[in-house]
């Protein structure tokens, strides 16, 4: 397809043109613990088909883990809690 007939479907679907995503600014080390946290959510399947959640807390400086909450679902109430 040419790039006019793109923009022109781009067009009439009202669709907004995709943009190359830059380079962000790269992240600063933590420099003591407790300076950054990290939270990861994780999700496995059982054998019996049910699926379980992992709620991970880590400490960037440490790298450590600060908490995991296991569960089948873990809502957002849940992970104030953990926090």
Same mark, same amino acid.
């Given at each position: ?27 600063? $080390? ?5 300076? &950054?946290?990290? =939270?990861?959510?994780?999700? !496995? /399947?059982?054998?019996?088909?049910? @699926? #379980?959640?992992?709620? $991970? ?5 440490? &790298?450590?883990? =600060?908490?995991?909450?296991? !569960? /089948?679902?873990?809502?957002?109430? @849940? #992970?104030?809690?953990?926090?």
């Amino acid at each position: 397809m040419s790039l006019r007939r793109i923009y022109r479907l781009y067009r009439q679907e009202a669709l907004a043109v995709r943009r190359r995503i830059q380079p962000g600014v790269p992240m600063i $080390a933590p420099t003591r613990m407790n300076d &950054r946290w990290s =939270l990861d959510v994780l999700l !496995d /399947t059982l054998e019996e088909d049910r @699926r #379980v959640r992992l709620l $991970a807390v880590a400490d960037g400086f440490a &790298r450590a883990c =600060l908490a995991i909450e296991v !569960d /089948t679902s873990i809502g957002s109430q @849940r #992970v104030v809690e953990v926090f």
